[in-house]
């Protein structure tokens, strides 16, 4: 397979849009990449279908206080819980932050890209994601763009489940080259 020797972590927790997990692991997983599901959450976590209905539950593959970024790609999925809970967790900061140290891409959907702005990292930066985020972008120094998907040197965003397609193919583009 083309992408057999790439890794991509899936940072997450409890709370994760399932869609915003399933659909880009799956197109990874379908092009050949290894995929893992990294979290601060011990054990499974739960999914969400939108903010209320629990869908299901998944594994956690590596804790994220063990997680480097010897990824070759990190991919953070939305859901309003996940996003908020990730933006406070200081392992889960640090993670995403040694990402862009070491200009490696990382691509955020929905609400995921909160903890860009909790770390600093949205300013400057062009960017999308949910609408009801914007303005915490825009507050953050970015610049927000209502775009199925926005790229920005190693940034990957887009803004919502109806996305994933250009998100998926983003991702894959992006491994490939």
């Known amino acids: 397979m083309a992408l057999s020797d790439k890794k991509v ?14 659909s880009p692991r799956q197109a990874l997983d379908e092009a050949g990449a290894q995929t893992f599901i990294v979290s601060p959450s011990e054990g499974t976590l739960q999914a969400m279908e939108g903010d209320w209905e629990h869908a299901d539950v998944y594994d956690v593959d590596v804790p994220v206080t063990e997680a480097a970024a010897d990824y070759d790609m990190l991919v953070l999925p939305g859901g309003t819980l996940n996003a908020d809970s990730l933006r406070l967790n200081e392992d889960a ?8 140290a070491a200009d490696k891409p ?17 300013k400057g930066r062009k960017l999308t994601s949910y609408a009801a985020v914007k303005v915490d972008m825009e507050n953050a120094g970015a610049q ?7 790229i920005d040197g190693n940034l990957i965003t887009s803004r919502n489940p109806g996305d994933l397609e250009a998100f998926n193919k983003a991702l894959i583009d992006t491994l490939s080259a």
């Open 144 to 150: 927000w763009e209502d775009s199925e998907l926005v």
């Open 9 to 22: 972590a899936f940072l997450l927790t409890r709370g994760v849009e399932q869609i915003e997990l399933t």
């Open 93 to 100: 900061c640090r993670l995403v932050e040694d990402f862009f």
């Open 106 to 122: 990382v691509a955020a959907i929905c609400h995921a890209p909160w903890i860009l702005a909790q770390t600093g990292l949205a």
